[in-house]
């Protein structure tokens, strides 16, 4: 039997039913139960169940859309002798009651069209008032960060001013990273700093401060009855909110400039302007000081995921070897930088990757592979960047094809990348470590030797060896 979404007694009125037995059972001289379809006791007349149980009783099934929804038992009282053997009353009485119930099963099958398009109904007004109040949450607030969106900060705004809540300062930031996180950590970090700078922003605030976020990377704020040494206090605490953010490796930075508009007689306009060319300069100041590959590698050495030494002393056998090889001096330069920079992208990769001394499992391996390609997004941020890029994103691929992250092999990759992969690995075998001594040189450069026509380019490592046997001859 297929499931129903209603039964006997949400379609039926009980009292009715009830009262509609007792008087059909007084006149027919019969009593009458109605039980459920597993056999459970719904309504009965008072006599029906001191009936002699060996006596035969009536099943008249009440059916609705073809599925049987309860029986009504009918048996002979024993007021009403002469009907236990008048077949023929039996048949009238049972015809008289398939009408009934008939007719019952047609009034409960409207009455249960008519509930479930009540019912119906209310949950389609339910499910409108629902979205009429999100549509109307979205209307005020910004789903990310919890904020004002412009729209209804915008209204605010203007409602200060008609209510003339002066003086009014008003604060126009901008966050100047945010780029840099979603091509360094992936959009989902970009989406947790903004997330982490309204909160900070609305931490800060009093209670009648306006914070909004107008899209993007832009907030503004707006304090009514505030002068503007009141923005600018408020402003030094999210620039030093941001000197202590947590949770990302880059700290944030964010760009403010404020203005008060002290009276109806200034433009709401002109105040704005103001604000907006004030945070723009403060913003170039800003860039103008920051120095993405100082920062990177600063927080990449204080982090011990590389050693300033290791790197300088990489660069300086770089630039030996491209003087040896004859290289032009611009192909020397654009090694000794990618030298440099080639592993900033591990600033992307959980520190427990990076330091972990064992093998790695399939998952980690993953984590630290990626940082090629993190390391050509961020190349693009230096000057040097976009003539490095490609060497950066090929500087751990191998001749062999089992490199990463696009298994190049042979002269499909980069003579610069090649050269700087084979120098940059024979470095750290023999380079003495943190924690823990180098391998011996003759061991290492066996090694190298052969390595060639696998890991490295063989007429490279042949050149490369001829290079450390006059160079850095072995003692």
Request: net charge negative; aromatic share 10%; proline share 2%.
């Amino acid at each position: 039997m297929r499931e129903i979404d209603y039964d006997f007694r949400n379609i039926l009125d009980q009292e009715k039913v009830q009262h509609l037995m007792d008087v059909v059972g007084l006149t027919l001289g019969v009593e009458i139960a109605v039980v459920s379809v597993d056999g459970a006791p719904i309504a009965a007349t008072d006599g029906f169940y001191s009936l002699d149980s060996s006596v035969e009783q009536m099943e008249i099934r009440m059916v609705i859309d073809k599925i049987h929804l309860a029986s009504f038992l009918v048996g002979f009282s024993s007021d009403q002798p002469e009907l236990h053997n008048d077949r023929e009353r039996q048949k009238q009485i049972r015809k008289m009651l398939e009408l009934l119930i008939e007719h019952l099963s047609r009034l409960g099958w409207e009455n249960y069209k008519q509930k479930k398009e009540l019912t119906e109904r209310k949950q389609l007004e339910e499910g409108l008032q629902k979205e009429k109040a999100q549509l109307e949450h979205n209307r005020k607030y910004d789903a990310l960060t919890g904020l004002f969106s412009r729209y209804y900060f915008e209204e605010k705004l203007e409602e200060l001013c008609q209510k003339e809540c002066y003086p009014i300062s008003i604060i126009y930031a901008d966050m100047n990273n945010l780029k840099l996180m979603n091509d360094i950590f992936g959009h989902h970090h970009g989406d947790l700093i903004l997330e982490k700078m309204g909160k900070l922003m609305s931490g800060e605030a009093k209670p009648s401060y306006i914070i909004g976020r107008l899209g993007g990377d832009e907030f503004n704020i707006v304090i009514p009855y505030a002068k503007e040494t009141e923005a600018e206090e408020y402003c030094k605490r999210i620039e030093q909110g941001c000197r202590s953010f947590e949770g990302s490796m880059l700290l944030p930075s964010i760009a403010m400039g404020w203005r008060t508009m002290e009276s109806s007689n200034e433009k709401l306009k002109d105040v704005i302007r103001q604000a907006d060319k004030m945070m723009y300069i403060t913003k170039a100041r800003i860039k103008q000081n920051w120095k993405i590959e100082r920062d990177i590698l600063e927080i990449l050495y204080k982090k011990k995921y590389l050693f300033r030494e290791d790197i300088e002393t990489l660069a300086d056998r770089i630039r030996k070897f491209a003087e040896y090889m004859h290289l032009e001096e611009e192909k020397t330069r654009l090694l000794m930088f990618s030298a440099k920079i080639q592993d900033i992208g591990l600033i992307a990769v959980p520190e427990a990757v990076v330091k972990k001394s064992d093998g790695w499992t399939p998952e980690e391996r993953a984590e630290m592979e990626k940082h090629t390609e993190i390391g050509y997004r961020l190349a693009k941020y230096y000057e040097e960047g976009l003539s490095a890029m490609k060497i950066i994103l090929q500087s751990h691929e191998r001749w062999d094809g089992l490199g990463y992250p696009n298994h190049l092999k042979g002269n499909e990759i980069l003579y610069e990348a090649k050269v700087l992969y084979m120098v940059t690995t024979y470095s750290c075998w023999i380079d003495r470590k943190q924690d823990r001594k180098g391998m011996d040189i003759k061991k290492a450069r066996e090694l190298l030797k052969n390595e060639a026509g696998r890991q490295f380019d063989p007429v490279l490592t042949e050149q490369f060896l001829c290079y450390l046997e006059k160079e850095e001859p072995i003692e």
